[in-house]
Structure formats: structure tokens, C-alpha cells
């Protein structure tokens, strides 16, 4: 039952949010959007093929209501296999909720509600339902805290995932560079353990040299992931190679 009502919880939150929410607007809803598409390639990846191939698209997105996060991962290894995986991540903003807008004085920016639907292949669901708080740290475009209830309905019961998510540009000399990236932390749920994931990126931004900047980026990722899915003892650690196009 537990697990029933937080997948009910998600899901009517998505669509009251992406459906609903233009109509309590007090004028246009849709404020910016962005979109980005990535190509990945690297070597020494766990659980399947050892070298891959990922092509990504992101969309983020800010509104009346709050904002929404879209990314899908479609990935390629050396050896035949495709899979695929995505997640849409809607947040409501209490600050524009209560008729305000979110702070650019103090530690905290804004205080959100969120929700978030995981999926894969061969079925592969989670429901992740919490708060979070966005910060204000110098010279970061943002940094999220995120808590959740997080429930895998393939596994017993249900654990937590702690989330922290952050960008940062900066300069050295006459170049600029991004700093961005994720941590996801969660607890053990059914025959998994705890696993941690951290995902930083390095990229330099190629397009500034052409006039374009913020558009076109190259660098690393490196993915970090112990106990990869909850299994015991399974340690993941790549170093990609990455390319970045931003469309806003």
C-alpha cells in the first residue's frame, strides 16, 4: 500500500503540474526553457560491455508554478546491447506559490516541493517524492539540495535518496570553463544496499572562442557509483570523454 500511494502521489503531481498548473498563472506560465543534447563515450563500466557510447538530452525548464527537469540517456555498448533511461523532475517553488519570487539575499534562495518518475528498460520504475532548498553560493548559476521518499516497486519496502545538484562557471585567463554536476545518496531498499552516485563534469567552453558563448562545450565527465544499483561490492568509476550543445 505504502508503495501504491507514492506512485499515485508522483504521478498526480506530474500532471497537475504539467497540465494543470498553466491555468492558475496570473499571466504566462512558461518563463525560460534550455535544452542541451550530449554525446559520452567511455571504458571500464560495470555490469555489461566495457566500453560505451551515450547520447543525452536534457530540457530544464522555469514557470509560474516552479520548474521541471527532463534528461533521457540512450546508450550504446560496444558489443550490440542498447538501453535506455529516463527521468522528469518537476519542483513547485513556495516563494512564487505564496506570491513572491525566489531570493537573491541570503543563504537560502527558495524552498521547494518535488517530485520525480525514474524509468528504464525491462520495466525499471522508481517514485521519489520530498523537498528541497536552493542555495545562494557565490559564484554559483545554482546549487539544490534535494530530500526524498524514494520507492522501487520490484524491491521491499522503501529507503531514502538525498540529491545535491550544482553549476558553476568559471575563468582561467581568457578561457571560461563550467564545473556542473549531481550526487545522488540512497539508503538500502529490499536485496539492495546503500549506493552512492556522484557524477561531476569539467568543461571548457569551446563556443566563447566563437563568438557563441555558453553553447558549445568540451571535457569530462567522470561517474562514480558504489555498489552500482544497490548491488554489494559493485564499484563503478569512468572517465568520459564529452561534448555539449546547449539550445536555449
Do not use: C
Not at 92 to 118: K, M
Not at 166 to 191: C, H, K, M, V, Y
Amino acid at each position: 500500500m505504502a508503495g501504491f500511494t507514492l506512485r499515485s502521489l508522483v504521478g498526480v503531481l506530474i500532471g497537475s503540474l504539467l497540465y494543470s498548473g498553466p491555468a492558475v498563472a496570473d499571466s504566462g506560465p512558461l518563463l525560460w526553457h534550455s535544452e542541451n543534447v550530449q554525446l559520452l563515450r567511455g571504458s571500464d563500466y560495470e555490469l555489461g560491455d566495457n566500453d560505451r557510447t551515450i547520447v543525452t538530452f536534457e530540457h530544464a525548464s522555469g514557470w509560474s508554478w516552479g520548474d521541471v527537469f527532463v534528461f533521457g540517456d540512450f546508450t550504446a555498448q560496444d558489443n550490440g546491447d542498447r538501453n535506455a533511461y529516463g527521468e522528469i523532475s518537476p519542483r513547485l517553488s513556495l516563494s512564487r506559490l505564496t506570491g513572491g519570487q525566489p531570493s537573491d539575499e541570503g543563504l537560502i534562495r527558495d524552498t521547494v516541493l518535488t517530485v520525480t518518475y525514474e524509468r528504464g528498460d525491462e520495466g525499471l520504475e522508481r517514485y521519489l517524492a520530498g523537498a528541497g532548498v536552493d542555495l545562494n553560493l557565490p559564484g554559483f548559476r545554482f546549487f539544490r539540495v534535494h530530500g526524498y521518499h524514494r520507492d522501487d516497486p520490484e524491491r521491499d519496502g522503501s529507503t531514502w535518496q538525498a540529491t545535491v545538484i550544482w553549476n558553476r562557471p568559471f575563468e582561467i585567463g581568457d578561457q571560461s570553463f563550467l564545473t556542473e554536476g549531481f550526487a545522488d545518496i540512497a539508503g538500502a531498499e529490499g536485496w539492495g544496499v546503500a549506493n552512492q552516485l556522484y557524477v561531476p563534469r569539467l568543461l571548457w567552453d569551446a563556443g566563447a572562442n566563437f563568438g557563441r558563448p555558453d553553447e558549445v562545450f568540451l571535457g569530462v565527465e567522470w561517474q562514480h557509483w558504489n555498489n552500482k544499483f544497490g548491488i554489494d561490492g559493485v564499484t563503478e568509476s569512468v572517465v568520459q570523454a564529452q561534448i555539449k550543445w546547449v539550445f536555449n
